[in-house]
T-cell receptor, first 112, second 117 residues
Framework: AQSVTQLDSQVSVFEEAPVELRCNYS??????LFWYVQYPNQGLQLLLK??????LVKGINGFEAEFNKSQTSFHLRKPSVHISDTAEYFC??????????FGDGTTLTVKP | EAGVAQSPRYKIIEKRQSVAFWCNPI?????LYWYQQILGQGPKLLIQ????????DSQLPKDRFSAERLKGVDSTLKIQPAKLEDSAVYLC???????????????FGQGTRLTVV
């Protein structure tokens, strides 16, 4: 079985500040790692994913994430946020069989 | 490319009534998912189809929920009878298929917000 823990339910930062959204996971099998973003009244859309190879993954809108196998973490970062980054962010893991498990989300609020 | 289409967007029903949701996935996507997203929580998988076969329905409350995917394309999710705790957003998603295993990203519809009163 897999589980995903997003360590912060809410994060609030000022515009142009850096941000880190934390995600830890546990799994008895190998998994793939994903970050999705959900803007108000919209469905989830993929930010980035880690399948293999380099542990630093770059995604859309300037986001990046680093896979740390020893700490079973996949934290999401952005060096300078914009107002438009205000949204809900979900970390997810997926098994080779295609079964996905999502965290409970982190609400990011970017203040002017 | 058209995205995942869901209808209706909103639905309000009384408890013990029935309700159905419809989903049209992205053309060519073999895998279709239904998720339940309760306020303040992440999406929880209800059922996963590969073409028109069920891959995983272990978390589907089968005494009241049912789903089908006719001809491996569109899908409907039904709740009968509804309970207050079924109030949630029901998300449909699709992906290319199990050939890529869990590597494939899921594409989500906008969801149906169900309120049971």
């Amino acid at each position: 079985a897999q589980s995903v823990t997003q360590l912060d339910s809410q994060v609030s930062v000022f515009e142009e500040a850096p941000v880190e959204l934390r995600c830890n996971y546990s799994s008895s099998v190998s998994v793939y790692l994903f970050w999705y973003v959900q803007y108000p009244n919209q469905g989830l859309q993929l930010l980035l994913k880690y399948l293999s190879g380099s542990t630093l993954v770059k995604g859309i809108n300037g986001f990046e994430a680093e896979f740390n196998k020893s700490q079973t973490s996949f934290h999401l970062r952005k060096p300078s946020v914009h107002i438009s980054d205000t949204a809900e962010y979900f970390c997810a893991v997926s098994t080779n069989a295609g079964k996905s498990t999502f965290g409970d989300g982190t609400t990011l609020t970017v203040k002017p | 490319e058209a995205g995942v289409a869901q209808s209706p967007r909103y639905k309000i029903i009384e408890k013990r009534q029935s309700v159905a949701f419809w989903c049209n996935p992205i053309s060519g996507h073999a895998t279709l998912y239904w998720y339940q997203q309760i306020l303040g929580q992440g999406p929880k998988l209800l059922i996963q189809f590969q073409n028109n076969g069920v891959v995983d329905d272990s978390q589907l409350p089968k005494d009241r929920f049912s789903a089908e995917r006719l001809k491996g394309v569109d899908s409907t999710l039904k709740i009968q009878p509804a309970k207050l705790e079924d109030s949630a957003v029901y998300l449909c998603a699709s992906s290319l298929g199990l050939r890529g295993g869990g590597k494939n990203e899921a594409f989500f519809g906008q969801g149906t917000r169900l309120t049971v009163v």
